[in-house]
């Protein structure tokens, strides 16, 4: 029973490139959750999505960044023309149908190290 | 808004001692409150959560967590540490106007000393 797989675990992307980051839910789970983590700091929400849908993406950054999770495969954050400020990890977390509300505490996959050089 | 203030970004205790990490937070509707617990170059693992149910809630690895709304607190502890909690820990809240969308701290590190 795989958890919350997240792919690449590190990914080094020069400024000005675009970085792909996919993360594949728990098998059954049909919510996804991405955050950042800066470093010396806490996970920041960034976006809520279901299948096909986005639900909440009050906490991406209003360019260059952009989240989808489509009818079949992973859930993919995608970061155009990445500065140095981009770096971060990156964390993806799901949960299964029905808990989208509050107080469901999701798994957390093991996050991808974004460096950008 | 909600917020969490976790009180020391670093604690460090000797091992078999009591750990007592703090935590406080800010919310203006009844809270739902978690533990995170992160080792290095790894996810977040959830230690316990406070749903409104119990005021005391056991987690795994021993860890257990009070919530006191007097005090808006929600402090996490462990009677004996063990060399293997060593890690950093994140207290998040998440509430009926925040949804699924959590508010993490920044973070508490820490340390067991043989």
């Known amino acids: 029973n795989a958890g919350v797989m997240q792919n690449p675990r590190h990914l080094v992307r020069r400024r000005g490139q675009e970085a792909r980051l996919r993360c594949s839910p728990m098998?059954?789970?049909?919510?996804v959750y991405w955050y950042r983590q800066l470093p010396e700091e806490g996970l920041k929400f960034m976006v809520y999505?279901?299948?096909?849908?986005?639900?909440?993406e009050s906490g991406m950054p209003k360019e260059r960044f952009s989240a989808e999770f489509p009818k079949e495969g992973p859930s993919i954050l995608r970061i155009q023309q990445v500065v140095r400020g981009d770096s971060a990890a990156y964390f993806c977390?799901?949960?299964?149908?029905?808990?989208?509300?509050?107080?469901?505490?999701?798994?957390f996959g093991s996050g991808t190290r974004l460096t950008v050089v | 808004a909600q917020s969490v203030t976790q009180l020391g970004s670093h604690v460090s205790v000797s091992e078999g001692a009591l750990v007592l990490l703090r935590c406080n937070y800010s919310?203006?509707?009844?809270?739902?409150l978690f533990w995170y617990v992160q080792y290095p170059n790894q996810g977040l693992q959830l230690l316990l959560k406070?749903?409104?149910?119990?005021?005391l809630v056991k987690g795994i690895n021993g860890f257990e967590a009070e919530f006191k709304k007097s005090e808006t607190s929600f402090h996490l502890t462990k009677p004996s540490a063990h060399m293997s909690d060593a890690a950093e820990y994140f207290c998040?809240?998440?509430?009926?106007?925040?949804?699924?969308?959590?508010?993490f701290g920044e973070g508490t590190q820490l340390t067991v000393n043989p």
């Open positions: 977390a799901s949960s299964p149908p029905g808990t989208g509300a509050v107080g469901y505490g999701y798994t």
């Open positions: 098998k059954g789970h049909s919510h």
């Open positions: 999505l279901q299948k096909e849908n986005i639900i909440d």
């Open positions: 919310s203006s509707v009844p809270p739902y």
């Open positions: 406070y749903t409104s149910a119990a005021t």
């Open positions: 998040a809240v998440s509430d009926v106007t925040s949804g699924s969308r959590l508010t």
